[in-house]
């Protein structure tokens, strides 16, 4: 089955959803905020739109969804601010895949578009030209018509590929690169990663305007071993969770036939 139609973070608001689990990724977008106004300004400084349009590609469903695009709302308001000049209308892209929650963000746009509005004070009608638009589909693909969007920003999501690589057979007892995976499986992860990153350049590439701008910020690791515990460890401790549970199935399962044997021989008797 592929990834498109299956993945999707757990939705809604409770204990257990995307929602209240995601102070790491919040934590991610506040690093990168420096480099995100950045390339705001620049865009803004260097091309003066009356329409900007901005898109957030894996927006996922919880407080990190609206939070970039409110920043970078913030960020031209306050140049035009300065500049005394009228601000643009925002046209905000919220992309993911089909089975994220888009129902929970919609519920919660009338509310954020209201703090929005007190929060950038004299300009207060600007809230009121924010346009939201959900955008179901794989960002390893086409999204957006040609030269439509001004600035791509995508935190924490690209790290997940459009598919398992094929040729993972000889990964025994692995869901992921592991210290015990054979070589090829890491080549065929490090391919998988080359060609799904590289469509989503292309495809990128032509939906920006001139002079637009990107923000991406997905996972990485700083050692040369592409099984260091860095960053693959978690999913070695989800394997062997996972093996343990097969085995104790498995057990109970031959228990089972013994007891059955047991059972239909005592009958004989
Ligand atoms: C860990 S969440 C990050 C969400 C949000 N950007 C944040 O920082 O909190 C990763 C998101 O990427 C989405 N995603 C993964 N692969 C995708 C794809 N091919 N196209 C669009 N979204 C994708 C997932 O569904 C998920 O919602």
């Given at each position: 089955m592929e990834v498109v139609q299956v993945l999707h973070m757990n939705g809604g608001v409770g204990g257990t959803s995307y929602a209240s689990n995601s102070l790491v990724q919040e934590k991610v977008?506040?690093?990168?905020?420096?480099?995100?106004?950045?390339a705001m300004t620049k865009l803004f400084c260097s091309t003066s739109p009356t329409k900007v349009a901005i898109a957030d590609l894996g927006c996922s469903s919880g407080p990190n969804t609206l939070l970039v695009a409110s920043e970078l709302i913030k960020v031209v308001n306050k140049i035009c601010d300065k500049l005394g000049s009228q601000l643009p209308?925002?046209?905000?892209?919220?992309?993911?895949?089909?089975?994220?929650?888009?129902?929970?963000?919609?519920?919660?746009?009338?509310?954020?578009?209201?703090?929005?509005?007190?929060?950038?004070?004299?300009?207060?009608?600007a809230a009121g030209q924010c346009f939201f638009t959900g955008v179901p589909g794989s960002f390893y693909g086409r999204l957006f018509p040609r030269n439509s969007v001004?600035?791509?920003?995508?935190?924490?999501?690209?790290?997940?590929?459009?598919?398992?690589?094929?040729?993972?057979?000889?990964?025994?007892?692995?869901?992921?690169?592991?210290?015990?995976?054979?070589?090829?499986?890491?080549?065929?992860y490090y391919e998988q990663f080359q060609r799904d990153f590289s469509l989503f350049l292309k495809c990128r590439s032509?939906?920006?305007?001139?002079?637009?701008?990107?923000?991406?910020?997905?996972?990485g690791r700083k050692s040369q071993d592409p099984s260091s515990k860095e960053c693959c460890y978690i999913w070695e401790l989800l394997a062997t969770a996972l093996n343990n549970m097969v085995s104790e199935v498995t057990k109970s399962f031959l228990l089972l036939i013994v007891f059955?044997?047991?059972?239909?021989?005592?009958?004989d008797l």
């Open positions: 977008i506040s690093i990168a905020k420096p480099i995100t106004e950045e209308e925002f046209q905000v892209f919220l992309n993911d895949l089909p089975g994220n929650d888009f129902n929970t963000i919609f519920r919660s746009l009338a509310s954020f578009q209201k703090i929005l509005r007190k929060q950038l004070g004299s300009a207060s009608g001004h600035l791509f920003h995508s935190s924490y999501s690209l790290q997940w590929l459009s598919q398992v690589p094929d040729g993972l057979e000889s990964n025994k007892g692995n869901i992921f690169m592991a210290s015990t995976s054979p070589p090829c499986v890491l080549t065929a032509e939906e920006l305007v001139a002079e637009g701008r990107m923000v991406l910020t997905f996972l059955n044997q047991l059972n239909y021989k005592l009958k």
